[in-house]
């Protein structure tokens, strides 16, 4: 019996340890043995589910922005496309809250030895970007945002919230300007550098919040089991 019929999450299992692993302590902690002995399965099940370790570790890109997107499609379109934005963003960093070990991997801010991303990885994880552009095309359509290049919007969203985010995981943001101070006010001036009144992107953004805990609860949960369901 293969390993993974006999345990159906050895695979997201092995993500997650061999992400930990590599964030905490470095590429070099990270083999088949120690993974086996984190996961209590054998070393042949990184082989098994990964055929190696450089197969383990493309696999925790993509499985970064496979939770990346379960966060996002839990995000609704509603009357208030700006404020559904702005729940795009906190969905954005929630999931990087989620899986910070990962977050660092998926972006190649941490690699393996004998692996490095290649250009198509480093693409991979671009459909993500989808909903960003889908929801800035409907800011624009009504008249929120004047820019006329959602594609543009949505680059501008995630290279300033992803700069935000990865400085807060580092723990450079300290009081007065701690992460939700500057994230709330990052929000806020991301929609008015769009085209949007401030008064009603504070409305928005001051929005978002309220809707944040029912449209992003447990999906972490569902991103792991989707992560177990893949081949």
Not at 121 to 136: F, I, N, P, S, W
């Amino acid at each position: 019996m293969s390993p993974r019929r006999s345990d159906p999450l050895i695979r997201p299992t092995l993500i997650d340890i061999g992400a930990r692993l590599m964030s905490e302590e470095g590429p070099r902690a990270l083999s088949t043995r120690r993974l086996a002995a984190e996961a209590g399965c054998s070393t042949m099940a990184v082989y098994t589910h990964f055929g190696g370790m450089s197969g383990l570790v493309r696999e925790m890109v993509h499985e970064g922005f496979a939770r990346l997107q379960v966060h996002f499609s839990h995000v609704l379109d509603t009357s208030d496309p700006v404020a559904d934005m702005a729940l795009l963003g906190r969905a954005y960093r929630y999931n990087a809250h989620r899986n910070p070990h990962l977050y660092s991997i998926m972006f190649g801010t941490s690699t393996h030895a004998g692996f490095s991303l290649t250009e198509e990885d480093r693409q991979y994880g671009r459909y993500t970007l989808a909903k960003v552009v889908h929801t800035a095309h409907r800011c624009i359509t009504d008249g929120r945002f004047s820019t006329d290049d959602p594609e543009l919007v949505a680059h501008h969203m995630w290279t300033a919230l992803h700069g935000l985010v990865t400085l807060e995981l580092g723990h450079y943001l300290i009081p007065p300007y701690d992460p939700d101070t500057c994230f709330e006010s990052q929000l806020v001036n991301l929609m008015t550098s769009a085209g949007d009144s401030r008064a009603a992107a504070s409305g928005s953004v001051a929005a978002s919040l309220l809707r944040l805990v029912g449209e992003v609860e447990d999906v972490n949960g569902d991103a792991r089991a989707e992560g177990a369901a893949r081949p």
